[in-house]
């Protein structure tokens, strides 16, 4: 049988620093959008400040997913006996962790791998938030220059 428990040192400190992230991304968020008010800021504005809050959502989705790994061989081995069907639960083999993306696989002798522990919703939501805090990002960056731009054009007109 060979087990891979998840380590919970690792665990720990993707927990700590997801926290950290998420805390510091919301701070930046919201102190973006509130020093210079959402109906009177600009787009460049309120697209850093967008893509700092769903960074934040991203980073905690992420943590909220690895909460899930924090076992210990018990529980691991009754997660993986609630995820296969009752008829192979008795032919677990082992289990193997992967942080990126988060899972915890029980591997069932001839009949394959199974996913639990960690939420379906966690590793989907991670991907699509940060794939919005990404774009509102660039979004951000390429809305700056065209304002730096069109400043350019009314300085060098007059």
């Known amino acids: ?24 991304l919301a701070v930046y968020g919201c102190t973006t959008l509130a020093r210079h008010g959402v109906r009177r800021s600009g787009p460049a504005v309120l697209l850093r400040g967008c893509a700092a809050l769903a960074g934040c959502a991203a980073a905690a989705l992420y ?22 069907p009752s008829a192979q639960a008795a032919g677990i083999e082992g289990y193997s ?18 996913a ?13 938030l940060a794939l919005l805090a990404a774009v509102l990002g660039i979004s951000a960056g390429f809305a700056t220059e065209l304002r730096a731009r069109a400043d350019f054009r009314k300085e060098t007109s007059s």
Not at 2 to 23: K, M, R, T
Not at 97 to 114: E, F
Not at 116 to 128: L, Q, R, S, T, W
């Open 97 to 114: 962790v992967s942080y990126v993306p988060l899972q915890l696989d029980c591997h069932v002798k001839g009949a394959g791998t199974y």
């Open 116 to 128: 639990a522990a960690v939420p379906d919703y966690v590793n989907p939501g991670v991907m699509a």
């Open 1 to 24: 049988m060979s087990d891979s428990q998840p380590n919970v040192l690792a665990v720990l400190v993707i927990v700590l620093v997801g926290l950290a992230v998420a805390g510091a």
């Open 63 to 84: 943590v909220w997913g690895a909460v899930h790994l924090i076992r210990d061989e018990t529980m691991t081995d009754q997660a993986c006996k609630e995820a296969v």
